[in-house]
């Protein structure tokens, strides 16, 4: 049986963009910077969402710092304790992320307030509190710069308000928001409902002699949905076209509908889950992330898993608390921020916490794939199956990829081929004789011609609106139909319908006898990161975290898995390689003997004599199986 959220994403997605058309916007732009220019004109209205708005907080209440929690919630088990793990995670420092910081000031420049949107996720007590502009962040406060923070995920309101389930002052809350609330539909790229008071939600009952602080219980916290307000990422100032393309809206106007499946899709993580198995029940493979559950289920069950431990430092330990260590794919970045802000009593990035919390993140990757080689028709194979809930890799698109590197060795271990191949001193990946696994978003013609940035691949993700390539690898319950009703459909690579796998064959040289793969994973390939440092025309942003990229490694890539296989000579004697047996390949070999060369030594000793002979002579006569 389908959930109510997924059954209502396919039947809207059956009506969907009907009525969407775009007015005046080519005009205004062209009106307003002559066409063709940067930055596009656009204002807060053009990245206005529902949810709880800005000063939509009882003043009485704002968002607290996450240090306001440490005292009772940290510092007595770095690896297990909620504020130390998440202090070291990019929930943690999402605002002082450096990539992000790079990124967003092209955004500026690109768009006029597209950093509002930006903020409103990664700051989001800046947002509530009217801290977001000027959209650079140069009014952030010290609370802000803490991120996602304790106190907001634990007052987020479950926008489904449900009788006898949800918090009862939940129905209050919702229906005070008037047109603001979202719907399941519009709650993405931030579209978040904020308790206006300091009651603290999460899954258990703290019973009547709670004093600490206020309280609710909110299943709401154990749920996926929780996820979709930051994980389902879209630009509202496109809107979703008929034949499949995107057109700018008018300016200064919220989207017309705020759907999120009728903006561009930037990212679309927790709808991947929703349209995979994992969203349908649990499976079986929770031994892979570090959990006490057997079967896995919800974003949280992977990313929060359960272990027995206290939540507080009063408490015993709870039989089935969630870690909070929020492990992703982020292997290098929490050292750049940690040099980049030297107080780690600030920062929380004690340099243990930063240690565990990327070999953490190292460990995700490892366990989000399988590997398996075989040999099909004198080609190694190499399948990647996906083991994670959503595509793999997913979450923000630029500059991260997966790729299969090959290495094809002879009988003296030397490597006589390889795809693959990456230059740890350059950074520089050899793609064209592999699959690189990636998503490639960048600007059509209707986009070009509005901007002046070149039509094709861009990094310009405010600018995008068109979708280049997608071949990622969906998860197990992958559908066509329902992987392009979340927009997530893939672009230049097929999948069939059920496949959480892919193929990919190499041609096996001559003369290998074995074969090494690895798949590997880099978070910040060289050409985005180029890309943030000459691009910015604002400040030092670019070039501070392309200083620390070259520091720390250039983005150290993870194999997320590695394994041999023997590759059997179909045939000894066949020197030619062309599956017969005749003079051509005597003639090769007394060439190679004659000149002492590797593939004449059929008795492996490093020596050429009678014995190489006899042996070839015997093989030859054999004949090829």
């Known amino acids: 049986m389908q959930s109510p959220i997924r059954q209502s994403v396919l039947l809207k997605k059956s009506g969907l963009i009907c009525g969407i058309t775009v007015g005046a916007s080519f005009a205004a732009l062209a009106l307003a910077g002559g066409g063709g220019s940067l930055p596009v004109p656009t204002t807060l209205n053009d990245f206005a969402l529902p949810g709880t708005q ?3 907080l009882d003043v009485k209440h704002p968002i607290v ?11 007595y088990d ?57 959209t650079d962040g140069s009014a952030l406060n010290d609370i802000d710069q803490m991120g996602v923070s304790c106190n907001f995920c634990h007052r987020m309101v479950d926008p489904v308000y449900e009788a006898g389930v949800s918090p009862a002052v939940d129905n209050q809350i919702i229906m005070d928001l008037g047109a603001n609330a979202p719907t399941v539909a519009q709650t993405h790229s931030a579209a978040f409902i904020v308790d206006p008071e300091d009651r603290r939600r999460g899954p258990y009952d703290e019973g009547p002699d709670f004093f600490y ?23 509202p100032i496109y809107s979703a076209q008929p034949d499949g393309s995107y057109t700018l809206n008018d300016l200064d106007a919220a989207h017309p509908t705020g759907n999120v499946y009728e903006t561009f899709p930037e990212q679309r993580t927790y709808s991947e889950w929703l349209m995979s198995d994992f969203a349908q029940g649990p499976i079986a493979i929770g031994d892979r992330y570090e959990t006490q559950l057997n079967e896995v289920s919800s974003c949280q069950d992977c990313h929060m898993p359960e272990l027995e431990s206290p939540a507080c430092l ?11 260590a929020f492990s992703g794919s982020n292997n290098w970045v929490l050292r750049a921020i940690r040099n980049m802000n030297t107080n780690d009593f600030v920062t929380g990035l004690l340099p243990d916490l930063v240690d565990q919390a990327i070999d953490r993140n190292e460990e995700m990757m490892r366990a989000a794939s399988d590997m398996e080689l075989s040999i099909v028709d004198n080609n190694l194979n190499v399948r990647i199956i996906n083991q994670s809930g959503h595509k793999l890799p997913s979450g923000y698109p630029e500059g991260r990829r997966m790729w299969i590197n090959v290495k094809f060795f002879d009988a003296s271990d030397a490597v006589i081929a390889e795809h693959g191949a ?26 070009s011609a509005l901007t002046g940035v070149p039509e094709g691949p861009s990094f310009h993700l405010t600018l995008a609106n068109k979708v280049f390539k997608d071949n990622r690898i969906p998860p197990r319950g ?13 672009i230049g690579y097929s999948y069939d319908d059920g496949d959480f796998w892919d193929d990919t064959q190499f041609v096996i040289p001559k ?36 200083d620390q990229w070259v520091a720390l490694g250039k983005s150290p890539v993870i194999d997320m898995d590695e394994g041999m296989i023997e590759i059997a000579p179909p045939c000894p004697a066949d020197l030619t390689g062309d599956g017969n047996l005749d003079f051509f390949d005597v003639s090769a070999f007394l060439g190679a003997f004659s000149n002492m060369q590797p593939e004449a030594d059929f008795t492996g000793d490093g020596l050429y004599n009678f014995f190489d002979v006899s042996a070839f002579l015997n093989a030859f006569s054999a004949g090829c199986p």
């Open 213 to 235: 602080h206020q309280w609710e219980q909110s299943p709401f916290h154990q749920e996926s949905q929780m996820c979709a307000s930051c994980h389902d990422v879209s630009n």
């Open 478 to 490: 992958f559908t066509n139909a329902n992987f392009e009703a979340i927009q997530s459909a893939p």
């Open 54 to 56: 800005t000063g939509g």
């Open 314 to 324: 009063f408490e015993d330990d709870r039989p089935n608390y969630s870690n909070h």
């Open 65 to 75: 710092g996450a240090d306001s929690c440490a005292s009772c919630h940290g510092f």
């Open 422 to 447: 990456y230059d740890d001193m350059t950074a520089e990946l050899t793609t064209s004789d592999t699959k690189v696994y990636e998503m490639k978003l960048g600007l059509d013609a209707h986009a």
């Open 78 to 134: 770095s690896e297990h304790d909620p504020y130390s793990t998440w202090s070291a995670s990019m929930m943690g420092q999402s605002m002082r992320d450096p990539i992000f910081l790079a990124a967003m000031t092209i955004a500026n420049q690109d768009a006029d307030f597209a950093g509002a949107l930006c903020i409103r996720c990664h700051a989001p007590s800046a947002f509530l509190e009217g801290r977001h502009v000027p």
């Open 511 to 546: 003369g290998a006898v074995r074969a090494e793969a690895r798949v590997r994973y880099q978070l910040t390939s060289k050409e985005y990161i180029e890309f943030l440092r000459d691009e910015n025309t604002t400040n030092t942003a670019g070039q501070d975290i392309y």
